[in-house]
């Protein structure tokens, strides 16, 4: 059995592993592999989350990005 390694491992599979994994395969990293400690993304805490939004920075200038996210979303 031949086995295929990978070109980069992912650690944690919810919206940021994902997110990173998806966008490492757009850039054209060849193999990217994604683990989780659960046996899918759809066990665990983050799909029972409830979701929110805050701003806590200590300047308006770091502020601004998370406000336009928040007009976004």
């Not at 490492?24 to 060849?30: E, M, N, Q, S, W």
């Not at 759809?42 to 920075?57: I, K, N």
Request: hydrophobic share 40%.
């Amino acid at each position: 059995m031949t086995r295929v390694r990978p070109d980069v491992v992912v650690i944690g599979a919810v919206v940021i592993g994902c997110s990173v994994a998806y966008h490492l395969a757009a850039r054209g990293v060849g193999n990217v592999t994604v683990v989780d400690r659960g046996p899918d993304s759809t066990t665990g805490s983050p799909p029972r989350a409830t979701g929110g939004f805050r701003c806590q920075v200590g300047t308006a200038v770091n502020g601004r990005p998370w406000m336009l996210s928040r007009e976004r979303l």
